[in-house]
T-cell receptor, first 110, second 116 residues
Framework: SQQGEEDPQALSIQEGENATMNCSYKTSINNLQWYRQNSGRGLVHLILIRSNEREKHSGRLRVTLDTSKKSSSLLITASRAADTASYFCATVSRGSRLTFGEGTQLTVNP | EAGVAQSPRYKIIEKRQSVAFWCNPI?????LYWYQQILGQGPKLLIQFQNNGVVDDSQLPKDRFSAERLKGVDSTLKIQPAKLEDSAVYLC??????????????FGEGSRLTVL
């Protein structure tokens, strides 16, 4: 079964707006990762946040982690049409495999 | 640095036929993963190798799926006989030594299988 669940399933915004995607998980984790997948392509790693970290930035990406709520969010600021893709969270628990959620489909309209 | 190579990119077969996918990970990456991604879903791990040994194959349908990584480098995933529900993208990924299950995965472009 999938560990992470992304919300919303689909998100459509205008270029320049911010996009926020959420991920909830069930069991304690070692780290949480976000990946992007363009249509028909493989997944690309975006950012990794460890269980003892609360926030991390990378360029226009901001990831937060709340272990008490078992949730994470990915914020993409000043979105561009090229950000159109599916975004997946993936969690690693102690002694367990990296498990992906079902993804959020982001569409950025020019 | 060359990325994860996969072939073929596309394959169409009839049900009950067999198919094989090949993956060559990034040089030096000890851990290799095969994922199945059904349309509209997230990737699901089928099998994970550490060098040429199997670390996790708990979600591999062993009655029809097999995988090997004989020399600890490239890997082959086989499906025999294929079923309609095997239609999916088969993604290969690798990770750097010492980061198994903790670090980032590097994915290939995937092999899209259609079973008719």
């Amino acid at each position: 079964s999938q560990q992470g669940e992304e919300d919303p399933q689909a998100l459509s915004i205008q270029e320049g707006e911010n996009a926020t995607m959420n991920c909830s998980y069930k069991t304690s984790i070692n780290n949480l990762q976000w990946y992007r997948q363009n249509s028909g392509r493989g997944l690309v790693h975006l950012i990794l946040i460890r269980s003892n970290e609360r926030e991390k930035h990378s360029g226009r990406l901001r990831v937060t982690l709340d272990t008490s709520k078992k949730s994470s969010s990915l914020l993409i600021t000043a979105s561009r049409a090229a950000d159109t893709a599916s975004y997946f969270c993936a969690t690693v628990s102690r002694g367990s495999r990296l498990t992906f959620g079902e993804g959020t489909q982001l569409t950025v309209n020019p | 640095e060359a990325g994860v190579a996969q072939s073929p990119r596309y394959k169409i077969i009839e049900k009950r036929q067999s198919v094989a996918f090949w993956c060559n990970p990034i040089s030096g990456h000890a851990t290799l993963y095969w994922y199945q991604q059904i349309l509209g879903q997230g990737p699901k791990l089928l099998i994970q190798f550490q060098n040429n040994g199997v670390v996790d194959d708990s979600q591999l349908p062993k009655d029809r799926f097999s995988a090997e990584r004989l020399k600890g480098v490239d890997s082959t995933l086989k499906i025999q006989p294929a079923k309609l529900e095997d239609s999916a993208v088969y993604l290969c990924a690798s990770s750097q030594p010492g980061t198994m299950n903790t670090g980032e995965l590097f994915f290939g472009e995937g092999s899209r299988l259609t079973v008719l």
